[in-house]
């Protein structure tokens, strides 16, 4: 059972194009993050967001957490195709225990 | 700097067997967490430990069990292998048990079950 929910589960878009990554819960987080994981490797972190409402962001990504500490969303300006991967979101929840999502595919073509 | 170290990256065992998959944390980490990814999803919580001691621990039976070292490092061990236990196995370090800290990854260890 997945507390989060991700959407879409994979996304194909020509380079160039924009897209939004959308993680939601009913449950109430103490803090959020988005890990990119590549094919053979382990999850790598992008960002940690705390506040309700921050805005964070990494270069062509922005990152940003619900008011209510509940959801996020992580946009792509102009993707590339060294953007490609699976992109997860994990709630950090009852203290230091990671919840992770299920993950949305990305692929993006040249 | 060597990162998370695991161990073997790939294992093949038959129902019934028993296994043990092994992690080396980060330089200066001292909690170890345990994750299951099957196919096409995200990593599940199986436990963590830290000063030797389990402190968190997901919805997973007690087959699956874990033991850390004095050196931080740590072993998953799955009892029983069911073929529903066909996964992904990645373990994470961190330097302390704040939520705000950050998860550094292995590669992590492919178990089939077959």
């Known amino acids: 059972t997945q507390l989060l929910e991700q959407s879409p589960q994979f996304l194909s878009i020509q380079e160039g194009e924009n897209l939004t990554v959308y993680c939601n819960s009913s449950?109430?987080?103490?803090?959020l993050q988005w890990y990119r994981q590549e094919p053979g490797e382990g999850p790598v972190l992008l960002v940690t967001?705390?506040?309700?409402?921050e805005v964070k962001k990494l270069k062509r990504l922005t990152f940003q957490f619900g008011d209510a500490r509940k959801d996020s969303s992580l946009h792509i300006t102009a993707a590339q195709p060294g953007d490609t991967g699976l992109y997860l979101c994990?709630?950090?929840?009852?203290?230091?225990?990671?919840?992770f999502g299920s993950g949305t595919k990305l692929n993006v073509k040249p | 700097d060597a990162g998370v170290t695991q161990s073997p990256t790939h294992l093949i065992k038959t129902r019934g067997q028993q296994v043990t998959l092994r992690c080396s944390p980060k330089?200066?980490?001292?909690?170890v967490s345990w994750y299951q990814q099957a196919l096409g999803q995200g990593p599940q919580f199986i436990f963590q430990?830290?000063?030797?001691?389990?402190?968190q621990r997901g919805n997973f039976p007690d087959r699956f069990s874990g033991h850390q070292f004095p050196n931080y490092s740590s072993e998953l061990n799955v009892n029983a292998l069911l073929l529903g236990d066909s996964a992904l196995y990645l373990c994470?370090?961190?330097?302390?048990?704040?939520?705000?800290?950050?998860?550094?990854f292995g590669s992590g260890t492919q178990l089939s079950v077959l």
């Open positions: 994470a370090s961190s330097a302390g048990t704040s939520s705000r800290e950050k998860l550094f």
């Open positions: 449950s109430v987080f103490s803090s």
């Open positions: 967001v705390v506040t309700g409402g």
């Open positions: 994990a709630g950090v929840y009852n203290f230091n225990k990671f919840y």
């Open positions: 330089s200066g980490h001292d909690t």
């Open positions: 430990y830290y000063e030797e001691e389990e402190r």
